[in-house]
């Protein structure tokens, strides 16, 4: 069982940056990939971005790619998502999400390849 706990959420302006958290329980964070997805209301939940065990691999959404970066600390437990550059569009909750395997599937991109959830945390941009 894997515990996901995200902070780091707020209110910004356009342009403006922030860095969200994720710190995970369990003695091998190593062997779980990470993920990133958003959510509006009413909305299907979104991938953004996801990072391999060992951090050797990242994938992310079109929409995100070049203004956001994952980065991973598995001596703390934690997994990052710095976005930068934001835009009323990226307006979400955000939720953490981990595999239960340290590699990438080939369909990252879709919440049920994801095993355990964090409870979100949410971001505003305004414009």
């Known amino acids: 069982q894997v515990r996901l706990v995200e902070s780091g959420g707020g209110l910004v302006q356009a342009g403006g940056s922030l860095r969200l958290s994720c710190a995970a329980s369990g003695r091998t964070f190593n062997m779980n990939a990470m993920g990133w997805f958003r959510q509006d209301p009413g909305k299907e939940r979104e991938f953004v971005t996801i990072i391999s065990g060992r951090g050797s691999s990242t994938y992310y959404a079109d929409s995100v790619k070049g203004r956001f970066s994952i980065s991973r600390d598995n001596a703390k437990n934690t997994v990052y998502l710095q976005m930068n550059s934001l835009k009323p569009e990226d307006t979400a909750v955000y939720y953490c999400?981990?595999?239960?395997?340290?590699?990438?599937?080939?369909?990252?991109?879709?919440?049920?390849?994801?095993?355990?959830w964090g409870q979100g945390t949410q971001v505003t941009v305004s414009s």
């Open positions: 999400a981990a595999r239960g395997t340290a590699y990438i599937s080939s369909q990252y991109y879709l919440p049920n390849e994801y095993d355990y």
